[in-house]
């Protein structure tokens, strides 16, 4: 096929050219050093770095005759380099794939110089570094493995020492182009304040007692039940009490005592880091960082004060419809299918004006024995804050690694 391709070029040459022009080279007989073109190629989806493109730029002698072409062909990460330019001159560099002529530069090399064509948008994983805080209920990370993610770093949000640690220091998190949250992942005193009354000791109404007014134990009490008699124990072994144990939505606790932290410097933290240019990405139960940190921006269902109140979602495979116009395009598709295989996620009943909305779908929510229906409940939204810019998916991330949520995570990406 490249063969084939070079054969109009090489007739043309052939039949406007005489014998003395076919491969005259007027500067090096003037004496002038060569320069160069250097460019990058990306697909004309965005998605990628495009390989064994054809880059290519005529060269016309002083009488208009063409007497040669240079070609290069972009390697594996898109790039292409067009040597022995004559210099003084100004070039069409055209970009071919296949049979399609993707783009055009017009590019003026003098001598010497080494001209480098503006580097296009395009999607490079390799390009962006990313913080994984782990989490009981999503692996984020094992998609952005599929994604062509190489510069990623767990931080594991089950210890509570390792998480504060990160999440105390400003300047540790700017050193990260993204930071993703995964749902379960320590949040008492980290996202939310810790109650003044201890786990089990709190008075009427305290959403750390064992049962609510109908005498039935309340969803996820178990832990903090659990998690008192091993306090308990741990006091009359050493006549101390623990003082790291931190509770994460069906995690582990980090009982050793270590770094110390504060729920209200890392909301400061979080958000300073969103509004100097970095972005967050949480899913399903990291629900909180956002609610907590931006209150105004999503309203969930249940009370916004009360921690974990809004994980009230029903089991479903919903057909979710693109929402956001650009996304369609991307996907080639309307809608897409997302699963919720595991229930009290957390659904929104509305969004700021300032949020986007890029799928929504017709789900329920369950209150007590009551169930609810949310028509075109968004299901994954974005927003800006300062410089940077927050997404969230109510669903599982890793749950819903199909080719459809994959180019749409490409694209959520792309766009933080």
Same mark, same amino acid.
């Given at each position: 096929?490249?063969?084939?391709?070079?054969?109009?070029?090489?007739?043309?040459?052939?039949?406007?050219?005489?014998?003395?022009?076919?491969?005259?080279?007027?500067?090096? /007989?003037?004496?002038?050093?060569?320069?160069?073109?250097?460019?990058?190629?990306?697909?004309?989806?965005?998605?990628?770095? /495009?390989?064994?493109?054809?880059?290519?730029?005529?060269?016309? %002698?002083?009488?208009?005759?063409? +007497?040669?072409?240079?070609?290069?062909?972009? %390697?594996?990460?898109?790039?292409?380099?067009?040597?022995?330019?004559?210099? =003084?001159?100004? +070039?069409?560099?055209?970009?071919?794939?296949?049979?399609?002529?993707?783009?055009?530069?017009?590019?003026?090399?003098?001598?010497?110089?080494?001209?480098?064509?503006?580097?296009?948008?395009?999607?490079?994983?390799?390009?962006?570094?990313?913080?994984?805080?782990?989490?009981?209920?999503?692996?984020?990370?094992?998609?952005?493995?599929?994604?062509?993610?190489?510069?990623?770093?767990?931080?594991?949000?089950?210890?509570?020492?390792?998480?504060?640690?990160? /999440?105390?220091?400003? !300047?540790?998190?700017?050193?990260?182009?993204?930071?993703?949250?995964?749902?379960?992942?320590?949040?008492? =005193?980290?996202?939310?304040?810790?109650?003044?009354?201890?786990?089990?000791?709190?008075?009427?109404?305290?959403?750390?007692?064992?049962?609510?007014?109908?005498?039935?134990?309340?969803?996820?009490?178990?832990?903090? #039940?659990?998690?008192?008699?091993? !306090?308990?124990?741990?006091? %009359?072994?050493?006549?101390?009490?623990?003082?790291?144990?931190?509770?994460?939505?069906?995690?582990?606790?980090?009982?050793?005592? =270590?770094?110390?932290?504060?729920?209200?410097?890392?909301?400061?933290?979080?958000?300073?880091?969103?509004?100097?240019?970095?972005?967050?990405?949480?899913?399903?139960?990291?629900?909180?960082?956002?609610?907590?940190?931006?209150?105004?921006?999503?309203?969930?269902?249940?009370?916004?004060?009360?921690?974990?109140?809004?994980?009230?979602?029903?089991?479903?495979?919903?057909?979710?419809? #693109?929402? %956001?116009?650009?996304?369609?395009?991307?996907?080639?598709?309307?809608?897409?299918?997302?699963?919720?295989?595991?229930?009290?996620?957390?659904?929104?009943?509305?969004?700021?004006?300032?949020?986007?909305?890029?799928?929504?779908?017709?789900?329920?929510?369950?209150?007590?024995?009551?169930?609810?229906?949310?028509?075109?409940?968004?299901?994954?939204?974005?927003?800006?804050?300062?410089?940077?810019?927050?997404?969230?998916?109510?669903?599982? #991330?890793?749950?819903?690694?199909?080719?459809?949520?994959?180019?749409?995570?490409?694209?959520?990406?792309?766009?933080?």
């Amino acid at each position: 096929m490249r063969h084939l391709l070079l054969y109009p070029l090489l007739i043309g040459a052939l039949t406007g050219c005489t014998e003395n022009t076919i491969f005259k080279n007027e500067d090096e /007989l003037a004496g002038l050093d060569p320069g160069s073109i250097a460019g990058r190629v990306c697909s004309p989806s965005g998605r990628t770095w /495009l390989a064994d493109a054809m880059a290519y730029a005529h060269l016309i %002698d002083g009488d208009g005759m063409l +007497y040669d072409t240079r070609i290069s062909y972009t %390697d594996r990460d898109g790039f292409f380099l067009l040597n022995d330019m004559p210099a =003084g001159h100004t +070039y069409t560099v055209y970009v071919q794939f296949g049979d399609e002529i993707l783009e055009t530069h017009t590019v003026n090399v003098d001598e010497r110089e080494e001209v480098a064509i503006d580097e296009p948008d395009c999607f490079d994983p390799l390009e962006l570094d990313v913080a994984v805080v782990t989490g009981d209920y999503d692996e984020f990370q094992d998609v952005l493995e599929h994604m062509g993610f190489a510069n990623y770093e767990l931080i594991d949000g089950l210890i509570a020492d390792e998480m504060a640690g990160f /999440l105390m220091d400003l !300047d540790t998190m700017l050193q990260y182009d993204i930071i993703v949250f995964n749902g379960g992942h320590v949040e008492e =005193g980290m996202i939310y304040e810790i109650p003044e009354e201890e786990e089990g000791d709190g008075g009427p109404g305290s959403i750390f007692d064992d049962e609510d007014d109908t005498g039935a134990a309340d969803e996820g009490d178990e832990d903090v #039940v659990e998690e008192e008699e091993v !306090d308990e124990e741990s006091d %009359d072994d050493t006549g101390a009490d623990d003082t790291g144990d931190a509770d994460a939505d069906g995690g582990e606790e980090e009982t050793a005592p =270590g770094v110390s932290y504060n729920y209200e410097v890392i909301h400061n933290n979080i958000k300073a880091y969103v509004n100097s240019g970095g972005a967050i990405y949480a899913s399903d139960w990291a629900y909180d960082v956002v609610e907590q940190v931006w209150p105004e921006a999503i309203n969930f269902v249940g009370a916004d004060e009360i921690p974990d109140a809004a994980q009230m979602g029903e089991y479903g495979v919903i057909n979710a419809t #693109v929402s %956001d116009g650009a996304l369609a395009e991307w996907l080639d598709a309307d809608y897409t299918q997302v699963e919720f295989d595991l229930p009290v996620w957390p659904p929104i009943e509305g969004v700021a004006d300032t949020v986007s909305v890029h799928l929504t779908g017709n789900i329920e929510y369950r209150e007590g024995t009551n169930i609810f229906p949310l028509t075109a409940s968004p299901l994954l939204v974005s927003f800006t804050s300062g410089e940077g810019k927050v997404a969230y998916s109510t669903f599982r #991330v890793a749950k819903n690694a199909d080719s459809d949520i994959i180019l749409t995570l490409q694209y959520m990406m792309y766009n933080l």
